[in-house]
């Protein structure tokens, strides 16, 4: 059964930071190409960063230098680093997992709200 768990979700003020966790299991964590995806009601999923199999890593240019994406294969587990988000990075954040391009596992999501 494949599972993908997302965690670390909340609300946080603006400037403040968070990691989101997603742990993984029931397909082979180790060659897929792991993704962060993010959406805000009545507009499209958008994706946040991918982190491939082999470690190489690209982030959306709205994120790009506050968020990192890493991974541990040894804890079938990715992160996703937050800081100094804003109001607009609120949304529902998913991880995803497959071939690099073409993700086909994704998680349940959880929610970030960015608030003062």
């Known amino acids: 059964q494949v599972r993908l768990v997302e965690s670390g979700g909340g609300l946080v003020q603006p400037g403040g930071s968070l990691r989101l966790s997603c742990v993984v299991s029931?397909?082979?964590?180790?060659?897929?190409?792991m993704n962060w995806y993010r959406q805000v009601p009545g507009k499209e999923r958008e994706l946040v960063a991918t982190?491939?199999?082999?470690?190489?890593?690209i982030h959306a240019d709205s994120v790009k230098g506050r968020f990192t994406i890493s991974r541990d294969n040894a804890q079938n587990t990715i992160y996703l680093s937050m800081n100094n988000l804003k109001p607009e990075d609120t949304a529902v954040y998913y991880c995803?997992?497959?071939?690099?391009?073409?993700?086909?596992?994704w998680g349940q999501g959880t929610q970030v709200t960015v608030s003062s």
């Open positions: 982190i491939t199999s082999a470690g190489s890593t």
């Open positions: 995803s997992g497959g071939v690099y391009g073409h993700p086909v596992y």
């Open positions: 029931g397909f082979p964590f180790r060659s897929y190409a």
